[in-house]
Nanobody
């Protein structure tokens, strides 16, 4: 079992930046792919970005490409989401997820473990 804990959410003005962190328990973090998803109020959960187990492959949603960057530190069992040029439409609860197979995929059903989420609110 893997526990994922997100942090770093908050309130930011449009155009600002935030860095989210997701800390994972367990000793197999380095073989998991990690993804970030988000869910705005009244909407379905959507894919944001994913990184493969090695960090060599990344996949971004078109809506965040060029503004968000995912990275991972396998020595700290942590994955990061650097968000820049934030827009009000980025407002959502952000969830990190882990895929035991190590792939960087965009479908939520491919992920095995999920965190509880952290709220990001972007004011206009």
């Amino acid at each position: 079992q893997v526990e994922l804990v997100e942090s770093g959410g908050g309130l930011v003005q449009a155009g600002g930046s935030l860095r989210l962190s997701c800390a994972a328990s367990g000793h197999r973090f380095s073989v998991y792919a990690m993804g970030w998803f988000r869910q705005a109020q009244g909407k379905e959960r959507e894919f944001v970005v994913a990184v493969s187990w090695s960090g060599g492959n990344t996949l971004y949603a078109d809506s965040v490409k060029g503004r968000f960057t995912i990275s991972r530190d396998n020595t700290r069992n942590t994955v990061y989401l650097q968000m820049s040029s934030l827009k009000p439409e980025d407002t959502a609860v952000y969830y990190c997820a882990a895929d035991k197979m190590g792939r960087a995929l965009r479908e939520s059903h491919d992920y095995d473990y999920w965190g509880q989420g952290t709220q990001v609110t972007v004011s206009s």
